[in-house]
């Protein structure tokens, strides 16, 4: 129970420790008691567009979307660690891109997606597994914590109606 009332906050909280801003629209993931606010609702939609419009399963987008949340929450940062970026926080200096390809969500996704499709057997190996062998992580367990997130958000995507900023 503490580890999930950690995510709920985690995921509400602004990446400075501040509170989102009283005009940010915070909307809860559906069977959850998550809250995301507008631009994590969108960060989220944008993983997944990029993994269906490429024809990949919803695995991927589970894998891709739990990835996300352990390296950023959802948040397109401009700072980590040593030259951490984005999303994925994936780093320039480790060819992923420029500073500002790894901070589009789509560039950063499709990267992301063009690793886990290069891993052997990623979509029948342990969620963990598979975000490890693309992120190379120095903590490769902590992805496994936030599939059942990912997957709660693949179904709320899935159903999202695209009129609203968030589900």
Same mark, same amino acid.
């Given at each position: 129970m503490?580890?999930?009332?950690?995510?709920?906050l985690?995921?509400?909280?602004q990446?400075d420790?501040?509170?989102?801003?009283?005009?940010?629209r915070?909307?809860?993931?559906?069977?959850?008691?998550?809250?995301?606010?507008e631009?994590q609702?969108?960060?989220?939609?944008? &993983?997944?567009?990029?993994?269906?419009?490429?024809g990949l399963?919803?695995r991927?987008?589970? &894998?891709?979307?739990?990835?996300?949340?352990?390296?950023?929450?959802?948040?397109?940062?401009?700072?980590?660690?040593?030259?951490?970026l984005?999303?994925?926080?994936?780093?320039?200096?480790?060819?992923?891109?420029?500073p500002?390809?790894?901070?589009?969500?789509?560039?950063a996704?499709?990267?992301?997606y063009?690793?886990?499709?290069?891993v052997p057997g990623?979509?029948?190996?342990r969620?963990?597994?598979?975000?490890?062998?693309?992120?190379?992580s120095g903590?490769?367990?902590?992805?496994?914590?936030?599939e059942?997130?990912?997957?709660a958000?693949v179904?709320?995507l899935?159903?999202?109606?695209?009129?609203?900023?968030?589900?």
């Amino acid at each position: 129970m503490t580890l999930g009332v950690a995510l709920v906050l985690g995921l509400a909280w602004q990446a400075d420790g501040s509170e989102p801003a009283p005009t940010t629209r915070v909307c809860t993931v559906p069977s959850t008691s998550v809250t995301l606010g507008e631009a994590q609702w969108a960060n989220a939609r944008t &993983i997944a567009q990029v993994g269906y419009d490429r024809g990949l399963p919803e695995r991927a987008v589970v &894998i891709a979307l739990a990835t996300a949340v352990q390296e950023s929450t959802l948040r397109n940062l401009d700072h980590g660690d040593r030259d951490s970026l984005g999303l994925f926080q994936q780093r320039p200096s480790q060819g992923w891109g420029t500073p500002e390809q790894v901070q589009d969500p789509v560039y950063a996704a499709g990267r992301f997606y063009d690793g886990l499709v290069r891993v052997p057997g990623w979509d029948t190996m342990r969620l963990t597994d598979a975000a490890q062998a693309v992120q190379r992580s120095g903590f490769p367990e902590l992805y496994q914590q936030h599939e059942p997130l990912a997957t709660a958000l693949v179904t709320a995507l899935r159903s999202d109606d695209r009129t609203r900023d968030c589900g």
